[in-house]
């Protein structure tokens, strides 16, 4: 089965930046969408970004001009570039797969903590 892995999360100061980076384990074709989504402690996976196969890119409002997603279908891979990082953005990061077939499997996520 095909697994998902979040890299790059870490512990920064408000303002500082951040590059998540997300891989499929092995091949995946037909993929349709890549995003980010993320959860905070005490709540619900939220949306975060997310980027078709032609690039059309949507984002949710918290993070609009801040974080920049990306991607790189030949390799099956999926970025999130985070600036002006602020203690709201406290969670972890979980990468999104949907194929023709279906969504990926959620990874493991990796945590991002921003705090002075």
């Known amino acids: 089965q095909v697994q998902l892995v979040e890299s790059g999360g870490g512990s920064v100061q408000p303002g500082e930046s951040l590059r998540l980076s997300c891989a499929a384990s092995r091949s995946v074709s037909g993929i349709k969408t890549m995003g980010w989504y993320r959860q905070a402690p005490g709540k619900e996976r939220e949306f975060v970004a997310a980027?078709?196969?032609?690039?059309?890119?949507n984002y949710a409002d918290s993070v609009k001009g801040r974080f920049t997603i990306s991607r790189n279908s030949a390799l099956n891979r999926v970025y999130l570039q985070m600036n002006n990082l602020k203690p709201e953005d406290t969670a972890v990061y979980y990468c999104?797969?949907?194929?023709?077939?279906?969504?990926?499997?959620w990874g493991q996520g990796t945590q991002v903590t921003v705090s002075s």
């Open positions: 980027i078709t196969g032609g690039g059309i890119t």
């Open positions: 999104d797969f949907i194929t023709a077939w279906g969504k990926v499997p």
